[in-house]
């Protein structure tokens, strides 16, 4: 079986979010539970972050209850 990445950016994005929610799911969490998510982005632009971003947002992978990594708390 060979494995090829498909060119169209957001369908890879895609893909693995909907790989990462699988195996989420098979041990009973969900993205509440995730951390971080590092991602490393061949040839990235502004475009592929924008998509990313969109993505997890449109995705409804993040929720209201995770701010994103760029809020600032007050100490």
């Known amino acids: 079986m060979e494995h090829t990445l498909n060119d169209y950016f957001r ?5 693995l ?3 990462l929610k699988i195996a989420l799911n ?3 969490l969900d993205f ?3 951390l971080k998510i590092t991602i490393l982005i061949v040839d ?10 969109e993505e997890m ?4 992978y993040i ?3 995770h701010p994103d990594s760029s ?3 007050d100490t």
């Open 71 to 73: 809020s600032k708390t």
């Open 44 to 53: 990235h632009d502004s475009e592929k972050l924008h998509i990313w971003s």
């Open 57 to 60: 947002l449109v995705g409804e």
């Open 32 to 34: 509440n539970d995730v």
């Open 63 to 65: 929720t209201s209850e």
């Open 26 to 28: 098979a041990h009973e």
């Open 17 to 19: 979010l909907s790989n």
């Open 11 to 15: 369908h890879q994005v895609r893909v």
